[in-house]
């Protein structure tokens, strides 16, 4: 019996999936499946498995460059990523996470940045992060022509406004302003939002008013999609694991005990071995001998 996953596709024959096609499976009642993905394997391994969506996250400065948070990320080395992320997807939404003080300054930067995503780093569309206070921001950059997805709840790039990772919505005021700023977003043209760690009964009420999809990460099954960090769900991030996800494999364990063998296997002097040995047939080898000696 076939261990793959029911959506594994190896030939990528699904349909491009497009912002409209976020907007139809919120429509027809389907869940929206999104992950993060940083380089050419895990975008083709994502894409391969039929994920909806990749989100080129800035958590790659915490989960891949080692990062205290996400807020030291660059614009380089976000399209860095895009590009490798953009090689290995064909049907997946390709989404860039625009990173801290990339979209802050002016409507200009934002714009400019935000193009860059698609022009220099393969991507479909941008994230970014807040509510009213972005609002002059999200709108030139679509007036530009590229898909927004927004964020509301926790937001990591304003950490030290917040206090630290914490959850978000949970007063009434707070509850009341975050729906305020859903709804804001809708208005001014976001194609979807990424609602974190929000009360799941907050999320699931903001979820029914909007006519676009939310997409949530510690928000609740209410979501119309939901998306975590890769690396978190591989076991491969080994400072902390967010209450919110679940693991489904222990792959910082598989390669520790990968890598623990093979320094053995060379050690012990059993790697190489015969079968992993480019040979030269004798008497070729014997004329070499004789001219090296010669």
Not at 196 to 218: D, F, N, Q
Request: contains cysteine; glycine residues 10%; negative net charge.
């Amino acid at each position: 019996m076939s261990t793959l996953p029911p959506n594994f596709n190896p030939l990528n024959t699904r349909k491009k999936i497009s912002t409209l096609t976020f907007r139809q499976k919120k429509e027809r009642g389907e869940p929206i499946a999104v992950l993060t993905g940083y380089d050419y394997p895990t975008a083709l391994a994502l894409d391969q498995a039929g994920i909806d969506a990749i989100l080129v996250g800035d958590s790659l400065g915490m989960v891949v460059l080692g990062y205290e948070n996400t807020l030291p990320v660059t614009m380089e080395e976000m399209l860095h990523h895009c590009r490798a992320v953009a090689r290995g997807a064909r049907t997946a939404l390709l989404i860039g996470d625009m990173p801290f003080m990339s979209y802050q300054v002016s409507k200009e930067d934002a714009v400019q940045n935000a193009g860059r995503f698609l022009q220099q780093g393969g991507m479909e569309a941008v994230k970014l992060e807040g509510g009213r206070e972005r609002l002059d921001a999200i709108r030139a950059i679509l007036g530009a022509g590229i898909p927004v997805m927004g964020h509301l709840g926790l937001t990591p790039q304003s950490v030290n406004l917040l206090g630290g990772f914490r959850p978000q919505g949970r007063t009434a005021i707070a509850a009341g302003r975050l729906l305020e700023d859903a709804l804001l977003l809708e208005e001014a043209g976001c194609f979807s939002l990424v609602l974190e760690s929000v009360p799941a009964r907050l999320a699931e009420v903001i979820s029914k008013r909007l006519a676009i999809p939310t997409i949530g990460i510690g928000a609740g099954a209410g979501c119309d999609g939901q998306v975590l960090v890769s690396h978190d769900i591989l076991g491969l991030f080994d400072r902390f694991t967010p209450k919110f996800v679940r693991q489904y494999a222990d792959l910082h364990t598989a390669m520790q005990t990968a890598f623990t063998s093979y320094i053995a296997d060379v050690q012990n002097r059993n790697f190489p071995a015969q079968e992993h040995t480019v040979e030269m047939p004798d008497e070729e080898w014997e004329e070499l001998i004789d001219k090296l000696e010669g």
